[in-house]
C-alpha cells in the first residue's frame, strides 16, 4: 500500500487533483496520463511550507528523459526542499509530485533513483567496501563495486575507515553511492562541496559519462562555472518561486544584461548601468543597453580602448535575475 501520489488543499465539494467547479472525467485522467508519461519526474503547483515559512510557492516543473538539468539559486531558496520532495524525502504541503508516472513514495519508484543530499553522515568505523556493499544489497541490480569505485576515483580504498578518508574522498564517496544501484536519474545536491580543482573536475567526467549514457541527472550546485559546463538547461529558483527555466543561452537572454570591457579612467554616470568592476586597468560594465552606453561614452568624448561587448556569463545573469526577484517582493 503506497502514499496517494496527491496531496492538495480542497475546498468542499471538490475532489483532490480537481479544481473547485470542475468535475473529473475519463477524458481528464487520459490527458494527465499522457502528460505525466513524458517525464521522469514533475511538480505541478507544489507548495511546501515549514510552519510560517513557505520554502515553495506554487512550482510546477517537469524533467524528461536524458536531461541534465542545473538546478541554481540562493540559500533558501528551495532547491533541496525540491530534491526532497521528487525523491519522496518530503511531501508537498498542496500540489502534486510525481515520480516515474507514480507516487515518489512507492518503494519501487525510489530504486529507479540515486540521491546525494548536501550532508552526508557515512558511518565512521564501517569501509568503504562495506558502505557501497551495504547500499547495493538495496537494489535489484547494481554497478561492480570495483567500477563504481574507480569511476569516483576511490581504487584502493577498499578497505579504508571512512573515519580516514578526507573530505574530499567522504564527498566522492557520498556521490558514487547515488549510481551504485545503476539508477535511471539521479539527484546531485551540491556534488563538488569541499572538493579540489581536480577531483571536481573528475566527478564532472563522471556525471558526464552517465548523461552520454542515457542517464537523467538534476544538480544543484553554487559553482556556477560547474553548472554552466555540465548542464543542458538551467532552472533559476528564487523565494520558492521558478524565475528562468531555459538553456544558458535562453537565461542569459532572459537576464537581458550585457558585458562591456575597456580601458579607461573616470566614467560619467551612463544609462542602464546596473553594475561597475574594475580589475587592473580594465573596467567590466554590467549594462541593460550596450548601445546606448556606447553611445554615451562617445557623446561625452570619453578617452577609452580596448572596447568589447559580449553576452553575460551565467552567474551574472542569475545575479541579475535573484535581485530582480528581491525587489519585486
Not at 563495486?145 to 575507515?161: A, D, N, P, T
Not at 538547461?233 to 543561452?249: F, K, M, P, S, Y
Given at each position: 500500500?503506497?502514499?496517494?501520489m496527491?496531496?492538495?488543499?480542497?475546498?468542499?465539494?471538490?475532489?483532490?487533483?480537481?479544481e473547485?467547479g470542475?468535475?473529473?472525467?475519463?477524458?481528464?485522467?487520459?490527458?494527465?496520463?499522457?502528460?505525466?508519461?513524458?517525464?521522469?519526474v514533475?511538480?505541478?503547483?507544489?507548495?511546501?511550507?515549514?510552519?510560517?515559512?513557505?520554502?515553495?510557492?506554487?512550482?510546477?516543473?517537469?524533467?524528461?528523459?536524458?536531461?541534465?538539468?542545473?538546478?541554481?539559486?540562493?540559500?533558501?531558496?528551495?532547491k533541496?526542499?525540491?530534491?526532497?520532495?521528487?525523491s519522496?524525502?518530503?511531501?508537498?504541503?498542496?500540489?502534486?509530485?510525481?515520480?516515474?508516472?507514480?507516487?515518489?513514495?512507492?518503494?519501487?519508484?525510489?530504486?529507479?533513483?540515486?540521491?546525494?543530499?548536501?550532508?552526508?553522515?557515512?558511518?565512521?568505523?564501517?569501509?568503504?567496501?562495506?558502505?557501497?556493499?551495504?547500499?547495493?544489497?538495496?537494489?535489484p541490480?547494481?554497478?561492480?563495486?570495483?567500477?563504481?569505485?574507480?569511476?569516483?576515483?576511490?581504487?584502493?580504498?577498499?578497505?579504508?575507515?571512512?573515519?580516514?578518508?578526507?573530505?574530499?574522498?567522504?564527498?566522492?564517496?557520498?556521490?558514487?553511492l547515488a549510481?551504485?544501484?545503476?539508477?535511471?536519474?539521479?539527484?546531485?545536491?551540491?556534488?563538488?562541496?569541499?572538493?579540489?580543482?581536480?577531483?571536481?573536475?573528475?566527478?564532472?567526467?563522471?556525471?558526464?559519462?552517465?548523461?552520454?549514457?542515457?542517464?537523467?541527472?538534476?544538480?544543484?550546485?553554487?559553482?556556477?562555472?560547474?553548472?554552466?559546463?555540465l548542464?543542458?538547461?538551467?532552472v533559476?529558483?528564487?523565494?520558492?518561486?521558478?524565475?528562468?527555466?531555459?538553456?544558458?543561452?535562453?537565461?542569459?537572454?532572459?537576464?537581458?544584461?550585457?558585458?562591456?570591457?575597456?580601458?579607461?579612467?573616470?566614467?560619467?554616470?551612463?544609462?542602464?548601468l546596473?553594475?561597475?568592476e574594475?580589475?587592473?586597468?580594465?573596467?567590466?560594465?554590467?549594462?541593460?543597453?550596450?548601445?546606448?552606453?556606447?553611445?554615451?561614452?562617445?557623446?561625452?568624448?570619453?578617452?577609452?580602448?580596448?572596447?568589447?561587448?559580449?553576452?553575460?556569463?551565467?552567474?551574472?545573469?542569475?545575479?541579475?535575475?535573484?535581485?530582480?526577484?528581491?525587489?519585486?517582493?
Amino acid at each position: 500500500m503506497t502514499e496517494p501520489m496527491t496531496e492538495l488543499s480542497t475546498e468542499p465539494g471538490t475532489e483532490p487533483g480537481t479544481e473547485p467547479g470542475t468535475t473529473p472525467g475519463a477524458d481528464t485522467q487520459a490527458d494527465t496520463q499522457a502528460e505525466s508519461g513524458r517525464f521522469l519526474v514533475r511538480a505541478v503547483e507544489v507548495t511546501r511550507r515549514y510552519g510560517e515559512v513557505t520554502a515553495l510557492d506554487r512550482v510546477s516543473l517537469g524533467v524528461r528523459s536524458g536531461e541534465l538539468v542545473g538546478l541554481l539559486g540562493p540559500n533558501g531558496a528551495g532547491k533541496s526542499t525540491l530534491i526532497n520532495l521528487f525523491s519522496g524525502l518530503r511531501r508537498p504541503t498542496s500540489g502534486r509530485v510525481e515520480l516515474l508516472g507514480g507516487s515518489p513514495a512507492d518503494p519501487a519508484r525510489r530504486r529507479a533513483i540515486g540521491v546525494t543530499p548536501q550532508e552526508t553522515g557515512l558511518p565512521a568505523t564501517l569501509r568503504v567496501g562495506e558502505i557501497v556493499d551495504f547500499v547495493a544489497a538495496h537494489y535489484p541490480r547494481s554497478v561492480a563495486r570495483g567500477v563504481l569505485l574507480e569511476r569516483f576515483g576511490l581504487s584502493g580504498l577498499e578497505r579504508r575507515q571512512v573515519g580516514g578518508l578526507s573530505g574530499g574522498q567522504k564527498r566522492r564517496l557520498a556521490v558514487a553511492l547515488a549510481f551504485v544501484g545503476d539508477p535511471r536519474l539521479v539527484f546531485l545536491d551540491e556534488p563538488t562541496t569541499g572538493l579540489d580543482v581536480e577531483a571536481r573536475r573528475a566527478l564532472w567526467d563522471a556525471i558526464r559519462d552517465f548523461h552520454s549514457g542515457g542517464g537523467t541527472v538534476v544538480l544543484t550546485s553554487h559553482y556556477l562555472e560547474e553548472v554552466e559546463a555540465l548542464a543542458e538547461r538551467v532552472v533559476v529558483i528564487g523565494r520558492g518561486r521558478v524565475l528562468a527555466d531555459g538553456t544558458t543561452d535562453q537565461v542569459r537572454g532572459i537576464a537581458g544584461v550585457r558585458r562591456v570591457t575597456l580601458t579607461a579612467g573616470e566614467l560619467p554616470e551612463l544609462p542602464g548601468l546596473l553594475r561597475t568592476e574594475r580589475e587592473g586597468d580594465r573596467t567590466h560594465l554590467l549594462t541593460s543597453d550596450a548601445d546606448a552606453l556606447v553611445r554615451e561614452l562617445v557623446r561625452a568624448d570619453v578617452p577609452f580602448s580596448g572596447l568589447e561587448i559580449r553576452p553575460t556569463s551565467l552567474e551574472e545573469a542569475f545575479l541579475t535575475i535573484t535581485a530582480r526577484a528581491s525587489e519585486a517582493a
